[in-house]
């Protein structure tokens, strides 16, 4: 694809400590899988990245510096929470790494709710940190992000945000 980066240094399940090794929001295509170079947040509650869980936009960063958290307290309430991607590895503060946000994913953590074809959202209400939670009308949730295509085997349709 013209104007799109082709090579990367970073593999897809390594974590730099140090420096970025590609740049941070480059985007990222294999197979029909899709993923995003960012830069992780342990946040106020010092939660570490899991791989294979889903991590937040930070409240105050986010989108635009591509930081991000499993902290769901880290990303704001309900309505304000944009959930980022799935970690492909397990990261620390401050390291970077890649998430996967586009095509199917098999999550480490169990989905709190719902069956499969469900659309899930981040949410605070009965969530553990790195999770997602089945859309539920009269609770004021965020934006839809993935679709469970298999509940027992964790499997989700990631549809987050670029």
């Known amino acids: ?94 390291d970077f790494g890649w998430i996967q946000i586009k095509g199917l994913a098999t999550l480490s953590i169990a989905i709190i709710a719902g069956v499969d074809g469900n659309a899930l959202t981040p949410s605070g209400v009965g969530a553990n940190d790195g999770s997602l939670d089945v859309v539920v009308t009269t609770v004021a949730l965020g934006h839809i992000c993935a679709f469970i295509t298999d509940k027992d085997q964790k499997e989700i349709m990631c549809d987050f945000p670029f």
Do not use: H
């Not at 294999?30 to 991590?55: H, L, M, S």
């Not at 989108?63 to 309900?78: E, I, K, L, R, T």
């Open 1 to 94: 694809m013209p104007g799109l980066k082709q090579v990367f240094i970073q593999a897809l399940t390594e974590i730099s400590t140090e420096v970025a090794k590609d740049t941070l929001g480059d985007i990222r295509w294999e197979g029909n899988k899709c993923y995003k170079y960012v830069q992780y947040d342990e946040a106020a509650a010092a939660v570490t990245g899991v791989a294979g869980e889903v991590a937040y936009y930070i409240l105050d960063t986010g989108y635009g510096a591509n930081n991000v958290s499993s902290d769901f307290s880290a990303c704001g309430a309900d309505a304000t929470c944009i959930g980022a991607g799935v970690l492909q590895a397990s990261l620390d503060d401050e």
